[in-house]
């Protein structure tokens, strides 16, 4: 695993590389010197996409869970898990067990409790993504500059990415895991890993019965995780009008609705490097754009995401070496 990871990283550079390549660097830097004080707005505004993603994970606890804990502590552990999922080389690997772990210790939750919301929270983060992809497919269809082959793989993409999700949301309504972990018990194989397997039986049940006792809550987590897509839209609009491009709400999703297609597309790629910034040159040149603006957009992406993750990491240092309350 370690050796495909930096065989992708590698991959992903190549890509970083092609992309910057191909255009003016000096114009890059002068755009980004453009942007001002934008750049304060668009960080607001990503602080606001992350305080509605806490509020959508918030609904992926059981009713009587989220008495243990306030938003504003299921924030700062949120922020400090997707620092670590930023940093480390196992993507969410190396932050979701630290959100578990310190709603274990910070709020009396077990590591399963912690474990199921997340899981919960990934799919409903990704149906929301699927909301937001819809009318990006239709946009994609009625532009008249996209050629026909881009359409096409951007719209099989989604649709596999939209199968895909949905068999995932599926596999824990049904209790697959559960059904799986009780067969593989009664191996040969599995008398070993008994107490492991037991483990997941609970976990299944904490995920699936989450779906059958509090429907309405995970509707709202979907509903609140499609407003985070949309205010991200918005942080596209604010970086582009500030460097003297007003762009349509059609355009403007259709962009977004790619970029995070993409992004999402690439994940065995650490960080999307390379992925994003070629994923963005391509979109802004097809829509007619110049190449110079779509690696701006993806540079300040970066830099919000560096932002945020010393942030994260800032938390957790209050909290490891001055023993801080969430």
């Keep these: 695993m370690k050796y495909l990871k930096l065989f992708f990283l590698l991959i992903g550079c190549l890509l970083l590389a ?3 390549s191909t255009v003016n660097l000096f114009a890059v830097v002068n755009l980004l010197i453009k942007l001002g004080y934008g750049f304060l707005i668009v960080l607001i505004l990503y602080g606001i996409v992350t305080w509605v993603d806490t509020i959508a994970w918030k609904n992926n606890f059981k009713r009587e869970e989220t008495r243990q804990f306030s938003l504003w502590s299921l924030w700062c552990i ?4 997707e620092a670590y999922n930023t940093i480390t080389p196992l993507g969410t690997l190396g932050g979701e067990p630290i959100k578990a772990q310190l709603l274990k210790e910070k709020h009396g939750l077990s590591l399963k409790q912690g474990m199921a919301s997340q899981v919960i929270a990934r799919t409903t983060f990704l149906i929301g993504l699927i909301l937001f992809f819809i009318p990006g497919i239709f946009f994609t269809l009625q532009s008249n500059v996209i050629p026909n082959e881009i359409k096409g793989a951007c719209i099989l993409s989604m649709a ?6 949905f068999l995932f949301l599926i596999f824990q309504i049904t209790g697959t895991l559960g059904k799986l972990a009780r067969w ?3 191996r040969p194989f599995g008398k070993k890993m008994n107490v492991f397997l037991k483990k997941l039986e609970i976990l299944d049940e904490s995920i699936s019965s989450y779906y059958r006792q509090d429907i309405r809550r995970a509707i709202i987590s979907v509903s609140y995780a499609f407003i985070g897509w949309v205010i991200g839209m918005a942080e596209l609009y604010v970086t582009l009008y500030f460097l003297g491009y007003n762009l349509s709400l059609t355009d403007l999703w259709l962009i977004e609705a790619l970029a995070q297609l993409i992004r999402n597309a690439s994940f065995f790629i650490p960080l999307s490097i390379g992925a994003q910034e070629g994923g963005l040159l391509l979109i ?3 829509l007619g754009l110049p190449g110079t ?3 701006t957009v993806s540079f300040v992406r970066r830099i919000k995401e560096l932002l945020w993750v010393c942030l994260g990491l800032a938390i957790g240092w209050g909290i490891a070496f001055n023993q801080k309350e969430l």
């Design 284 to 286: 802004f040149t097809a």
């Design 18 to 20: 092609w992309a910057i």
């Design 78 to 81: 949120r922020q400090i898990g």
């Design 184 to 186: 593989s018990s009664k």
């Design 293 to 295: 603006l779509g690696i």
């Design 160 to 165: 596999i990415l939209s199968i895909l999700i």
